[in-house]
């Protein structure tokens, strides 16, 4: 059982917790650890190997089963999706297998519902029938694509005799194969499965693809092939992942840990992509041997614990508070771990690094000023590095300024709520059982501010920013982590794009915690631009929708418009731990948080740096993300 410390007082160094523990940190991420390769390719679990396959051979499998299987053997449980006529026999399939039908509202929420749970769970799948539901989907699929989410996507399609017949059957579009041209742009791999001989294999390899790569996949599964009976590849031996080179992995980890050695004031930045591989323990095992203190970054916020003695804060470039950006930007030896460098994670690329200074480890690849080295999987690299590294006195000289316990909020009679309160009561009611779900917009400006005291409690679409998408992720959530409650944080405009899914989480019995700002409309475009009637919406009673979409008594609804209220509504959700809560907060069309108000400044004074990239080679501060940023 994972450690947790006494915040009464904040610790003056990580020996005062280590020395509780003999020597185990407190922090240790609670997950399953990281497999001995690397950690890059397989975080939650290794592939079946031969001799597993052939003790769960089925002599009646067909291609649905066959794919449920290896569906169920990469950890998915629940199935996202919407039913129709292609996809029926499929459905009937899953229902008697062990994985559970999760029937969404509509496509695009299934999609987004399996993108939160593949972010907990390591991997998600939704099921959807042809053309109207695939190109439904679709925004969702280029969400994960973008983000580096394994998203496995199965889509029902015409039988296969009419295909080759030619036929204008119902949800065509163009011709057959439009669809699937369209997912190939979006994918890392795509097959559509006409023949119950090569089926399997097939199957195989595009699953093997979306967990390796950490990428969503596309399986188009025409009508009568569903039932159509298949046996086992006739070799299936997987491939493995590509390995790191080891002269230049030895190389590598020997010139940073000799640069680690010299530097007075070095620093560790940890980026999205140690979110996306598992290897949050793997870094935390560095930080803490080699003494250093860590800064993250808003796509990667909590995948170190916030609570940790070594934080420092997150970092945005110009937007950082203070403290962090100094720590960060006069760094001597900053190493930069998996970071993306996009706009909303540099403040509008207002960050001052100096590469010189800087260690770039990411997208298979490692970056030394000058020096530059190929075939260096992450994993190994940090793995290998912790293991070479000295411990430093730095921390006792220079010590971090640690994540401070959160003061309870104390409302004030009478008065209005406003952004920055509201924030600041979130802040202090969410605790480490909680999932924080911050919607582009105000909420995610506002989320640098918030303490996640338990690594990976933190969710956020930074990068692709598709608005709507928090609360059917929180569906997936609360499925792939049921000991966590998903509290979503989301604006009017973005829920009224999704505010159905609501009637699933409730359907589901789970015990979210949704908080709508209600502030009449488009904020962040308010801030950024010239306000107009196009940031209007219409006015909804947010608080009544629960008792619309519930018949059972499985949910609350409050609307809150003064602090008073607020500080009742989270004791109700606090005391209501096994219902759906939704809590309408009223706020003015203009209040926002203090990270809006920089982002509309910086936005309307046109201050971003501008950047020169190459197109045709990808710069290690930007191929994290592999060729989804580099096309």
């Given at each position: 059982m994972c450690y947790k410390p006494d915040i009464s007082r904040a610790p003056d160094t990580l020996q005062h917790f280590l020395d509780r523990k003999?020597?185990?940190?407190?922090?240790?991420?609670?997950?399953?650890?990281?497999?001995?390769?690397?950690?890059?390719?397989?975080?939650?679990?290794?592939?079946?190997?031969?001799?597993?396959?052939?003790?769960?051979?089925?002599?009646?499998?067909?291609?649905?089963?066959?794919?449920?299987?290896?569906?169920?053997?990469?950890?998915?449980?629940?199935?996202?999706?919407?039913?129709?006529?292609?996809?029926?026999?499929?459905?009937?399939?899953?229902?008697?297998?062990?994985?559970?039908?999760?029937?969404?509202?509509?496509?695009?929420?299934?999609?987004?519902?399996?993108?939160?749970?593949?972010?907990?769970?390591?991997?998600?799948?939704?099921?959807?029938?042809?053309?109207?539901?695939?190109?439904?989907?679709?925004?969702?699929?280029?969400?994960?694509?973008?983000?580096?989410?394994?998203?496995?996507?199965?889509?029902?399609?015409?039988?296969?005799?009419?295909?080759?017949?030619?036929?204008?059957?119902?949800?065509?579009?163009?011709?057959?194969?439009?669809?699937?041209?369209?997912?190939k742009k979006l994918t890392v791999d795509a097959a559509i499965l006409t023949d119950p001989r090569t089926a399997p294999a097939e199957i195989d390899r595009v699953i093997e693809r979306c967990i390796a790569e950490k990428l969503p996949v596309y399986l188009e599964l025409p009508a009568d092939m569903a039932k159509a009976p298949c046996g086992e590849p006739a070799a299936r031996d997987v491939a493995a992942p590509p390995s790191s080179d080891p002269e230049a992995l030895a190389e590598c980890v020997a010139e940073v840990a000799a640069l680690f050695d010299r530097a007075a004031h070095p620093l560790l930045l940890a980026g999205v992509e140690l979110l996306r591989y598992g290897l949050g323990e793997k870094t935390l095992r560095l930080v803490e041997g080699a003494e250093v203190p860590f800064a993250t970054m808003l796509g990667s916020k909590s995948v170190l614990p916030e609570l940790h003695p070594q934080f420092v804060g997150?970092?945005?470039?110009?937007?950082?508070?203070?403290?962090?950006?100094?720590?960060?930007?006069?760094?001597?030896?900053?190493?930069?771990?998996?970071?993306?460098?996009?706009?909303?994670?540099?403040?509008?690329?207002?960050?001052?690094?100096?590469?010189?200074?800087?260690?770039?480890?990411?997208?298979?690849?490692?970056?030394?000023?000058?020096?530059?080295?190929?075939?260096?999987?992450?994993?190994?690299?940090?793995?290998?590095?912790?293991?070479?590294?000295?411990?430093?006195?730095?921390?006792?000289?220079?010590?971090?300024?640690?994540?401070?316990?959160?003061?309870?909020?104390?409302?004030?009679?009478?008065?209005?709520?406003?952004?920055?309160?509201?924030?600041?009561?979130?802040?202090?009611?969410?605790?480490?059982?909680?999932?924080?779900?911050?919607?582009?917009?105000?909420?995610?400006?506002?989320?640098p501010d918030f303490g996640i005291e338990e690594a990976e409690n933190f969710i956020v679409q930074s990068y692709y920013c598709s608005i709507g998408y928090c609360t059917p992720a929180a569906l997936g959530v609360a499925l792939a982590r049921s000991g966590k409650r998903p509290v979503v944080l989301t604006g009017d405009g973005a829920f009224q794009m999704t505010a159905q899914e609501v009637s699933t989480l409730i359907r589901e019995r789970c015990p979210a915690i949704i908080v709508v700002i209600n502030n009449d409309g488009y904020l962040i475009e308010r801030v950024l631009h010239e306000d107009g009637p196009y940031n209007d919406i219409q006015r909804w009673r947010y608080a009544e929708l629960p008792g619309i979409f519930d018949r059972e008594g499985q949910s609350v609804g409050l609307q809150v418009e003064t602090e008073e209220e607020l500080a009742q509504a989270l004791r109700t959700a606090s005391r209501e731990g096994d219902k759906l809560v939704l809590i309408e907060a009223c706020l003015p069309n203009r209040d926002c948080s203090a990270g809006l108000e920089r982002l509309g400044r910086a936005f309307r004074q046109g201050t971003q740096k501008k950047l020169q990239i190459n197109p045709n080679a990808c710069d290690s501060s930007f191929s994290a993300a592999g060729p989804s940023r580099c096309a």
């Open positions: 003999g020597g185990l940190s407190p922090y240790s991420i609670r997950r399953s650890e990281t497999p001995p390769g690397g950690g890059d390719s397989h975080p939650r679990g290794e592939f079946s190997s031969r001799e597993q396959k052939e003790a769960s051979m089925n002599p009646q499998d067909t291609i649905s089963s066959y794919l449920l299987r290896r569906l169920h053997e990469r950890g998915i449980g629940h199935l996202f999706g919407v039913p129709g006529d292609y996809v029926l026999d499929f459905l009937d399939e899953v229902i008697a297998s062990p994985i559970r039908w999760v029937g969404n509202c509509n496509e695009l929420n299934a999609g987004y519902a399996a993108d939160g749970y593949a972010r907990l769970n390591g991997a998600g799948a939704a099921l959807v029938t042809y053309g109207v539901g695939g190109l439904s989907i679709l925004n969702a699929v280029a969400g994960a694509f973008a983000e580096h989410v394994p998203l496995i996507l199965v889509n029902g399609a015409p039988p296969a005799r009419r295909r080759e017949a030619g036929a204008l059957v119902h949800h065509l579009v163009a011709n057959y194969y439009l669809q699937l041209e369209i997912f997150l970092y945005q470039g110009g937007w950082s508070r203070e403290a962090v950006r100094r720590q960060v930007e006069e760094s001597d030896c900053l190493l930069a771990l998996g970071v993306w460098m996009t706009d909303l994670d540099t403040g509008l690329f207002s960050m001052n690094l100096d590469p010189r200074r800087m260690i770039s480890a990411g997208g298979g690849q490692v970056r030394i000023g000058s020096h530059f080295y190929p075939r260096i999987r992450l994993g190994d690299f940090i793995g290998q590095l912790a293991a070479s590294v000295r411990p430093r006195s730095y921390l006792a000289s220079h010590p971090a300024e640690p994540y401070r316990p959160k003061a309870p909020f104390v409302p004030e009679a009478g008065r209005a709520l406003t952004a920055p309160r509201l924030y600041e009561a979130l802040n202090g009611f969410l605790d480490d059982g909680m999932v924080l779900l911050a919607e582009p917009g105000d909420a995610f400006c506002a989320a």
